[in-house]
Structures are given as C-alpha cells and as structure tokens.
C-alpha cells in the first residue's frame, strides 16, 4: 500500500539526481536507499560493496540446485 509522505525538497532533488544515473524514478531511488539503510543498520560490519551484491542478488532470477561432480 502506496503513502503519502512528506521529504525535503533537498532530498528529492537528490534522488532526481541519482535517479536519473540509476534510471530509477525518484520514489525508487528512495526506496533503494531506504533498504541500503535497512541492510546497513542490521549489518553494521557490512562494507557498502557487499550491501549493493545483495540488492543485485535479490533480483536475480533464482538458478536452482547447482549439480556437483
């Protein structure tokens, strides 16, 4: 369920910003920061780089049981 919030001008010019590098809408590159943060603040030993592999893990399609030997 979608809610009206209210941010600061500096914050959604921001994410316009970023937005646009990212291709991401302003309320995504929002979001997208939101879960950085989320993922930060329960992992707080995390380095950004392996917070962002697994924002990108979680959108990939799932590839099943691998098959060893």
């Not at 914050?11 to 309320?27: K, M």
Request: aromatic content about 8%; overall charge negative; hydrophobic content about 40%.
């Amino acid at each position: 369920m979608a809610t009206n919030v209210k941010l600061s001008e500096a914050l959604v010019e921001s994410a316009r910003r970023y937005g646009t590098i990212e291709h991401r809408s302003v309320p995504k590159q929002i979001e997208y920061w939101s879960q950085i943060g989320k993922i930060a603040a329960e992992n707080p030993d995390l380095p950004f780089s392996v917070i962002r592999e697994i924002l990108i893990a979680d959108q990939e399609d799932p590839v099943g049981e691998y098959p060893f030997g």
